[in-house]
């Protein structure tokens, strides 16, 4: 009995092996996106996004790589919102579905922990819109990871960019900033901002932490108010920031906010109706002053998924643009090989702009757009160039 | 008044309307406690689902306050009542460890129940036309006074009932001894229902207070507020209805004052080195008192 049981076993396993075997001709991609957890939304436009740019390579006959066209199949993982499940996440697709490359983690805090397991086992990960400078650099050299590269700007050039905005266009003297310090990204671009800020003449009045999945900010909001800002800087995700906008105004605060491009979601006007009428924030790229190239991407997101596509959507479709390119330029289907391609490619006309990468960087060099809410939709108000 | 007056003035009203809610669902960890010696560690997840009921009586039936708070608390009672009839009670007499293990379990199911029905986080509509009065620089919103003192009533209510009527001394007597109470003609099994369907029923008045001042509701907020409420529940002395709400006002109050006079990294850190210190001055809490063991 247990003889047969385990000839059974050794078939099935050699079954399955075989059937892998056969299906050579599909390259398979890996995708880890946040599809639940604190940003589902921010997972959602990443999932929607990729398996629209891979839908339209399989229309066309798929990838000509080398001398003949393969499919492209997706793999697509949830980390739940979880550093640690990122990190699986990015093991599985390597180890267990032996996919050729990576898009994503987006969130900066789920995607340094992927990027780790991604260069470590030499496998091309491309995340769609994590801007921490960490997430491609190596912690212990800090020279970039040889296998981790980004379609976004890094928050060093975006903290300048606010810090600039901040200063010249809204002409305030004096900044406040609350952030969550317990999560990389928000952490990050508050640093940038300060230096920034500081550097150009400003003054920060107000530093101000939380910790994740914190709900009541009124007591730092009150230190807030206490230190009379001329701005008020939020650089926190789509579902905390209406809170604290709400609460503020609840505290009797009339000062302006402004954000970063953790603020680009479409939830943010869901979640904060009004009480956002009128702020400020930089992002990746602007849905109603796009490049021809970005044109017929919206319109065909919004005719497959019915909403206007955020800037995680149009990144992570860069993300696909950038490694169909190193794909066919690699001409097979290997992971080293996609690697030397992505990393000698000097220039990328993306949805989301140009792109230029510079020899020995991982991070594009890119423009940054301001948005301001206007009637409860996004709307494009300035570019800001590197 | 100055600005400094006003300046604590503000943070007092931030701390009291932060403890109030703490209260509210440290009173449930406490009642369930005295009565069973057990810790309810899905406390948390039934405020939670509190204020999912909560943001469904409010945006899908339209409901305007009372009604959704009245509902919320039968819903959360329910769920309360629900799960010690399906999960604690086969256990009351298994070691304390399986009762715990099995609270812990149900808390993951209800937050990822609630996540397999509502991945994404939910707006809680305006329920209450919020005024804000600017009392010389203070400003106080209607629904904090709300909050405050609705929590405020909600605890007397409690301390009635538990103090001053049959089924509360039903349930002091149960507290006190679990073999001779029966005898004298108490319904064990009823008031133990009884205990859980009133702790979720204030977990969900919580729930719905909570989701009306920071409205933006997820699966996964009765984590932390359930272990601060839990936390609160011991400071005060775990067991004792009072000093739930002491300790409740004195964990919001500290995290709000340590905010406010330390730079905001270190609240946790000082908040909790704190209440280890009260832990280690007084260890059976607040109002708690040492049970000695007979051998």
């Not at chain 1, 990838?63 to 492209?72: P, R, T, Y």
Request: glycine residues 8%; charged residues 15%; neutral net charge.
């Amino acid at each position: 009995m247990r003889k047969t049981l385990s000839l059974l076993l050794v078939s099935a396993l050699l079954a399955v092996g075989g059937s892998a075997w056969g299906a050579e001709k599909t390259l398979k991609l890996g995708v880890i996106a946040e599809l639940t957890g604190d940003m589902p939304a921010v997972g959602t436009s990443c999932k929607n996004a990729a398996e629209l740019a891979v839908n339209e390579v399989n229309a066309a006959g798929g990838l000509q790589v080398g001398k003949e066209k393969m499919k492209v199949q997706l793999v697509v993982e949830d980390n739940a919102g979880k550093a640690d499940q990122s990190a699986a996440a990015a093991q599985k697709l390597i180890t267990q579905d032996e996919v050729l490359a990576i898009v994503g983690p987006n969130a900066s805090r789920y995607a340094i922990p992927a990027s780790e397991i991604a260069e470590s086992s030499e496998t091309v990960l491309i995340t769609p819109w994590s801007t921490n400078p960490k997430t491609t650099l190596d912690a212990n050299t800090n020279q970039p990871k040889k296998y981790v590269f980004r379609a976004c700007f890094i928050d060093p050039f975006q903290g300048g960019v606010l810090a600039k905005f901040a200063l010249e266009k809204l002409k305030a003297k004096k900044a406040a900033v609350l952030y969550d310090v317990a999560s990389d990204y928000n952490k990050g671009i508050a640093e940038v901002f300060k230096t920034n800020y500081e550097k150009l003449g400003g003054k920060i009045v107000a530093f101000e932490t939380y910790t994740t999945n914190d709900k009541d900010f009124s007591a730092q909001l009150t230190k807030i108010k206490d230190a009379k800002p001329d701005v008020i800087f939020l650089p926190n995700y789509y579902s905390e920031v209406p809170l604290q906008v709400q609460q503020a105004k609840r505290l009797g605060i009339t000062t302006p906010f402004i954000g970063s491009d953790s603020w680009g979601s479409a939830e943010l006007l869901k979640l904060g109706g009004a009480d956002l009428n009128g702020y400020y924030f930089s992002t990746h790229y602007a849905a109603d002053n796009a490049a021809p190239v970005a044109k017929k991407f919206i319109t065909d997101y919004e005719k497959a998924y019915g909403a206007k596509p955020d800037d995680v959507a149009a990144l992570t479709y860069d993300a696909f643009g950038l490694l169909f390119n190193s794909i066919k330029r690699a001409g097979k289907a290997d992971r080293e090989a996609i690697r030397a391609a992505l990393s000698t490619l000097p220039s990328y006309k993306g949805v989301t702009g140009d792109m230029k990468f510079q020899a020995d960087s991982r991070d594009p060099i890119k423009s940054a757009v301001i948005l301001q809410i206007k009637d409860g939709q996004f709307t494009y108000f300035t570019n800001a160039n590197p | 008044m100055s600005e400094g007056i006003v300046y604590w003035l503000q943070q007092i009203l931030n701390a009291l309307q932060l403890g109030s809610i703490y209260a509210l669902i440290a009173l449930g960890y406490t009642m369930v406690y005295g009565i069973l010696t057990m810790i309810n560690f899905a406390h948390g997840d039934v405020f939670m689902v509190g204020a999912f009921f909560c943001f469904l009586a409010a945006t899908y039936l339209g409901l305007p306050f009372a009604p959704t708070l009245l509902l919320t608390m039968i819903g959360a009672a329910l769920v309360g009542v629900l799960l010690e009839r399906l999960a604690y009670k086969p256990l009351r007499n298994a070691p304390r460890v399986s009762a715990i293990i099995t609270a812990l379990g149900l808390g993951l199911f209800l937050e990822n129940f609630t996540l397999a029905l509502a991945p994404y986080p939910k707006h809680i509509p305006p329920l209450l036309e919020n005024v804000s009065w600017d009392l010389g620089g203070v400003s106080l919103s209607s629904l904090q006074v709300i909050i405050i003192f609705l929590s405020l009533g909600l605890m007397f209510l409690l301390d009635y009932v538990v103090h001053r009527t049959p089924v509360g001394m039903a349930m002091r007597a149960i507290s006190w001894d679990k073999t001779f109470v029966p005898l004298m003609g108490v319904p064990v099994d009823l008031i133990i229902s009884v205990t859980f369907a009133i702790g979720a029923g204030l977990a969900g008045a919580a729930g719905t207070m909570y989701a009306l001042a920071y409205p933006v509701i997820d699966p996964y907020m009765g984590i932390m507020v359930g272990w601060k409420a839990f936390i609160s529940a011991v400071i005060g002395g775990i067991g004792n209805i009072r000093g739930a709400m002491i300790g409740a006002f004195i964990l919001g109050g500290v995290e709000i004052m340590v905010t406010a006079f330390f730079p905001s990294t270190y609240r946790d850190f000082v908040a909790f080195t704190l209440l280890l210190l009260l832990i280690v001055v007084r260890p059976y809490g607040i109002l708690g008192k040492p049970r000695t063991q007979k051998v």
